[in-house]
Nanobody
């Protein structure tokens, strides 16, 4: 199983970025996918999630109306469009999915993360 994020970088306040996460080693199209972020000194928090078919999404209050999650199951890729970025959006952004198992319960899978820095 592998999740590989890309697309992070340094952007000015008000700017935009698009993050991508490519999944492999599992049946991507059958899993809900999520984006999390972790800022220095803070706990990792859920940013957005999308159902397996892409028909339903959810967002943290802090990013509603600014971020958009989407997916392309043909490319095994989930995206996070970040608009109107603020300095408080600065964090490492992680891609995630959860697999339920009888023996071990729920297993969380994470990518390596991509750094987003919002600064003038």
């Amino acid at each position: 199983v592998q999740l590989v994020e890309s697309g992070g970088g340094l952007v000015q306040p008000g700017g935009s970025l698009r993050l991508s996460c490519v999944g492999s080693g599992f049946t991507f199209s059958t899993y809900r996918m999520s984006w999390y972020r972790q800022a220095p000194g803070k706990e990792r928090e859920l940013v957005a999630g999308i159902t397996a078919g892409g028909g339903s999404t959810n967002y943290a209050e802090a990013v509603k109306g600014r971020f958009t999650i989407s997916r392309d199951n043909a490319k095994n890729t989930v995206y996070l469009q970040l608009n109107s970025l603020k300095p408080e959006d600065t964090a490492v952004y992680y891609c995630n999915y959860v697999r339920s198992t009888l023996q071990f319960g729920s297993l969380n899978y994470w990518g390596q993360g991509t750094q987003v820095t919002v600064s003038s």
